[in-house]
């Protein structure tokens, strides 16, 4: 794929980050933590949905960096009244994924040839009950974690054109297309989502 930042490197600025956000970022780039929380058949249901979710999120290990949240109980210090704890509405999510996989293809999630139609259907439902739980509450978990995951790795910025932390070295040309020395203009024009 056609680089839209082409030149640009987050990396070249990590001198510039003080010594413990550095120490943050570029352990990200290392090998993904071992899988604790999930286990195997829902790291195998896992996997494949954040692929859809994320439309291949590349090198980011974001199951990984999930596995490692929930494994901690680093969670966002909140929750849906309506949802479980997020590990529990992970597991429950997944089991009802898989559960509908059955149903609609004879096997589980992973071996599925309609994994895409069976998320989509999730989102489809937006506020209506899905398994006993809010379907657009469970499209939330599951894209906040996974956002949370990819964007937070230097892989996903240097996609995006992203400078990386702004601490210490801050922001000097404030507006629109106004870009720091270090930054490339995006060479595309168009939307990579493809909206208009």
């Known amino acids: 794929m ?3 930042f ?4 987050v990396l070249a600025q990590a001198w510039l980050w003080d010594p413990v956000t550095a120490g943050v ?3 990200r780039l290392g090998p993904p933590p071992p899988i604790r929380f999930f286990t195997p058949p829902e790291e195998a249901i896992a996997r494949p949905l954040l692929d859809l979710l994320l439309d291949d999120p590349g090198d980011v290990p974001v199951l990984a960096m999930i596995d490692s949240r929930l494994a901690e109980a680093s969670t ?9 704890e997020d590990g529990q509405a992970w597991r429950d999510s997944l089991a009802a994924l898989d ?5 609609k293809c004879g096997v ?7 994994q895409a139609q069976l998320v989509q259907a999730v989102q489809d439902l937006g506020g209506g009950a899905w398994h006993g739980m809010p379907a657009g509450h469970v499209w939330s978990l599951w894209t906040r974690y996974a956002c949370t995951a990819f964007y937070s790795h230097p892989h996903a910025w240097q996609e995006i054109g992203f400078g990386g932390p702004a601490y ?8 629109v297309d106004r870009r720091e020395p270090w930054e490339v203009a995006d060479h595309h024009a168009t939307d990579p989502v493809g909206r208009s």
Do not use: T
């Open 2 to 4: 056609e680089q839209r």
């Open 6 to 9: 082409p030149g640009f490197d």
């Open 25 to 27: 970022v570029l352990a």
């Open 76 to 84: 966002d210090g909140w929750r849906y009244e309506d949802l479980p």
């Open 99 to 103: 559960a509908d996989a059955h149903d």
């Open 108 to 114: 589980g999630f992973a071996a599925c040839d309609q």
């Open 168 to 175: 210490p070295r801050g922001y000097k040309n404030i507006g």
